[in-house]
Every structure is written in C-alpha cells, then in structure tokens.
C-alpha cells in the first residue's frame, strides 16, 4: 500500500492524523512529522529520510507538508535526493480533504501514479466561502 507522510509545522501533523482517524479510522500507512521550535531541522530532516526508507513499498510514498517552500518541503525534496529508486511525490498545501482523498483511493489500490492529480483537485476544491457557495445555491433553485 501507498506510505502516506504528512510533515508540518507544530502539532498539525498529528491534529490531521487525529481528524483523519476520527473520520475514516485508524491507518496503519498514514505517519507523521512535527517540526517544533526546538526540533533541529537537519535531525528533523534525516528522521523523516529514516522514517522514508524503513517504511518504503513498492508502491511508493507521498509526502504531504504544509507550505511550499517552508522547512519541512525544502527537508523532504533535499532527502528525496537520498533516496534511490523510490516512486516519491511531494505535495505542499495540505488540507484534510485532500489527505482524506487519498487514503480513500489507497485502500482502493490506485497507483500513486494516478491519484496525485485527483488528490491535489480535491484540495482545491475544497476551499469554499460561504457567501459565494450561498450564492450559487440560492440562484439554482430560483432559476
């Protein structure tokens, strides 16, 4: 099955993990990475590469972190160069649905291949204001 990480700032990591499990229930390829004010980022970094290699499959891993350009994206993408012959994909931008998503299509078997695209769509579309989605909804049903 696909390793799902998800590496952040703070207790975000473990606060999506706890929401996720809520939701869907306990996941075994679902883990997480904290980086906290005290947390070394070269330590930081090479337990996440640690973490990679030992939990590694044949169907790859996708990395989750939560901003691009932060630490724990410039960790995984630097350590992603350590890793040899390993199906790797890093996505910025977490969100629950997205994440959501994409234990959905892992337990149904989609290849990482063909889910990264769909996943990165549902994080997207899951950002709606209220008035504007109000909006939409009100105008159909006077329409």
Same mark, same amino acid.
């Given at each position: 099955?696909?390793q799902?990480?998800?590496?952040?700032?703070?207790?975000?990591? *473990? /606060?999506?993990?706890?929401?996720?499990? @809520?939701?869907?229930? *306990?996941? $075994?390829n679902?883990?997480?990475?904290?980086?906290?004010?005290? =947390? /070394?980022? $070269?330590l930081?970094?090479?337990?996440?590469?640690?973490?990679? $290699?030992?939990?590694?499959?044949?169907? /790859?891993?996708?990395?989750?972190?939560?901003?691009?350009?932060?630490?724990?994206?410039?960790?995984? =993408?630097?350590?992603?160069?350590?890793?040899?012959?390993?199906?790797?994909?890093?996505?910025?931008?977490?969100?629950l649905?997205? &994440?959501?998503?994409?234990? =959905? @299509?892992?337990?149904?078997?989609?290849? +990482? *291949?063909? +889910?990264?695209?769909? &996943?990165?769509? &549902?994080?997207?579309?899951?950002?709606?204001?209220? $008035?504007?989605?109000?909006?939409?909804? &009100?105008?159909?049903?006077?329409d």
């Amino acid at each position: 099955m696909i390793q799902i990480v998800i590496a952040a700032h703070g207790s975000l990591s *473990e /606060g999506l993990k706890s929401a996720i499990e @809520l939701i869907m229930g *306990e996941s $075994e390829n679902l883990h997480t990475f904290s980086l906290y004010q005290d =947390t /070394g980022i $070269e330590l930081f970094g090479t337990s996440m590469q640690e973490k990679i $290699e030992a939990i590694r499959t044949a169907e /790859g891993t996708i990395v989750f972190t939560d901003l691009f350009g932060a630490s724990p994206y410039n960790q995984a =993408t630097l350590k992603m160069k350590n890793i040899q012959d390993m199906n790797y994909r890093i996505i910025s931008g977490v969100n629950l649905p997205m &994440v959501i998503e994409c234990l =959905t @299509l892992c337990r149904m078997g989609v290849a +990482l *291949e063909d +889910l990264w695209q769909q &996943v990165l769509d &549902v994080g997207k579309e899951g950002i709606k204001e209220f $008035e504007q989605e109000f909006e939409k909804h &009100v105008m159909k049903r006077g329409d």
